[in-house]
């Protein structure tokens, strides 16, 4: 069985399971309302990340058709690198504001 890392990084709390590398790259990134509408064109994901959702509503379609919405508090794994078609994009009614973590 595999040893779970515990990391004791704020005392007096108890240590906590952690478990990863370091991410090289995260960014804040905003989307208009709307963004993504007027075109409808898929695109890869520029490197396996994770896009974490914090503010408005995001549509994700994939390439199989399959549309689905994230909100605030979700978070997607995205993995759809070239040379796959990728996915398409496209924010709700109201800006869309998302960390992104490579």
Known sequence: MEER???????????FYAKGNAAPRMAFAGFDAHWGAQDLKAHPAP???YVVYLDGTMSITATDGTTRRF???????V??????????????????????SR
């Open 71 to 77: 909100g605030p508090g979700e978070v997607l794994r």
């Open 5 to 15: 890392p515990w990391v004791d990084a704020a005392p007096p709390a108890p240590p």
């Open 47 to 49: 490197s396996a990340q």
């Open 79 to 100: 993995e759809d690198t070239a040379p796959c078609k990728g996915h398409i994009s496209v924010a709700g009614s109201n800006p869309v504001f998302t960390l992104i």
